[in-house]
């Protein structure tokens, strides 16, 4: 995957399957393993639905941007919007000692995505608008042994 691939959807609701089927074709392309393609789909499934619900909230659904590439060893999704800015480092701790039902619903997705993503660098700026890139590092797959020598197989 030489070139960089690039999507732009609306900030509704029903443009998340195209994001998710972006991150999909994505992911089969590179070869990304099971756990590495799950974390990307859900990360950007939840950063894609953050951009709907709160950085277009009370404004017209404007466009975010889905940028996707592969250097050595790591897959690289870049998402761009001009909502509201939203510097992930600034997101409040979430409570997760209280029990489920005790917590407010929500909450947890920068966690989630801190907890799943190597590397998140987010930039804004007023004219070009928020920029956040996330970074992760593919896993070897598992070695599983078999008649002679090993297989490797897939997570």
Request: glycine share 10%.
């Amino acid at each position: 995957m030489p070139n960089p691939l690039t999507l732009e959807i609306c900030a509704r609701r029903e443009s998340l399957p195209l994001a998710l089927a972006a991150v999909d074709e994505f992911c089969r392309a590179a070869r990304a393993d099971r756990e590495t393609a799950f974390a990307l789909r859900l990360v950007v499934e939840e950063v894609c639905m953050n951009l709907i619900e709160h950085g277009y909230a009370g404004r017209s659904a404007g466009e975010i941007g889905l940028g996707f590439e592969q250097s050595e060893g790591e897959l690289v999704v870049t998402i761009r919007d001009h909502g509201v800015p939203f510097d992930p480092a600034q997101a409040p701790q979430p409570d997760l000692i209280s029990s489920a039902e005790a917590r407010p619903i929500g909450g947890l997705g920068w966690h989630l995505i801190k907890n799943m993503i190597d590397e998140v660098d987010y930039r804004s700026d007023p004219q070009r608008g928020n920029e956040l890139r996330l970074i992760r590092r593919k896993r070897a797959a598992p070695h599983t042994q078999g008649g002679e020598g090993g297989t490797v197989s897939e997570a």
